[in-house]
């Protein structure tokens, strides 16, 4: 069976490192990657060097999350020239310093929303049919999320990240087992810190950094597993765990003096 996956924010970072770890682990195997991200030239860059190193097939899409009907669009092109997605991930995201005492941050908090939250929605609801017909004849479907520890707790000067993983923790879930009635796997994967154009610009101390590609690797690896919910690197999970455990009062204290994300605006993170 062929492998066919659709990745959005495939131009740099995780989703460029996942289409890479699809190609390598699918090369020869009528393996379909289709790539969306905003930057165009990152794009057919990336599809030149998959298809000449890998003889994989790609499909590269140039659009924004936030476009519901760009999103669509791509679904529509995808399934009608390929059929319906195995897997689908979507890992567009940003991340931006920032703090609701200035009112300028107030646009940020709106674009991080939209792109980590409604960015998941619209990658994902245009393939649910196609998915469903799919899987109903046998054909493994399987939603990804790229949540992040972030979610977890709210960090400070983080709010607008924090409170974005947050919510899409709880919306993978939701979707999770909505997609129950459907026959299609949700997986959330919540990464602590990986080495990418995101977490370079960061001055602050990350504990248990991992290098992209093997984070790209892990994840692939959870996805056939069919995860749920996995924290990766390990010794993030754990981190996690306690985390949820610490009371507010005590979070307060150990949070209060925590150093800051640097403020950037969201074009620049993406």
């Known amino acids: 069976m062929a492998m066919k996956v659709f990745i959005t924010g495939a131009s740099s970072g995780i989703g460029e490192a996942l289409a890479y770890e699809y190609a390598k682990r699918y090369s020869g195997k009528d393996t379909i990657i289709g790539m969306a991200a905003r930057r165009s030239e990152h794009l057919q860059a990336l599809q030149q060097t998959l ?29 009608q020239h390929y059929g319906a997605p195995n897997v689908v991930i979507g890992s567009a995201g940003v991340s931006s310093g920032t703090l609701t005492e200035n009112a300028v941050d107030t646009n940020a908090f709106q674009a991080v929303m939209d792109i980590n939250v409604i960015g998941l929605v619209n990658t994902f609801q245009p393939f649910i049919h196609a998915m469903h017909l799919a899987a109903d004849n046998g054909q493994p479907a399987q939603l990804v999320g790229i949540a992040s520890v972030a979610g977890i707790r709210g960090l400070p000067g983080a709010g607008a990240y924090s409170a974005s993983k947050a919510a899409a923790i709880a919306y993978l879930e939701s979707l999770r087992v909505e997609m129950l009635h459907h026959n299609i796997a949700v997986t959330t994967i919540a990464p602590g810190y990986i080495r990418t154009p995101m977490t370079d610009i960061n001055t602050y101390k990350m504990p248990f950094l991992m290098d992209v590609d093997i984070a790209a690797h892990k994840f692939v690896n959870a996805i056939e597993h069919k995860r749920r919910f996995v924290v990766i690197p390990w010794q993030m999970g754990w981190v996690a765990r306690l985390m949820r455990l610490i009371p507010p009062a005590l979070w307060d204290r150990l949070a209060k003096n925590a150093p800051h994300k640097p403020h950037i605006s969201v074009e620049q993170s993406k």
């Open 51 to 79: 298809e000449s190193s890998y003889r994989v097939k790609c499909a590269v899409y140039a659009l924004d999350v936030r476009d519901g009907e760009a999103l669509s669009s791509a679904a529509q092109h995808f399934i």
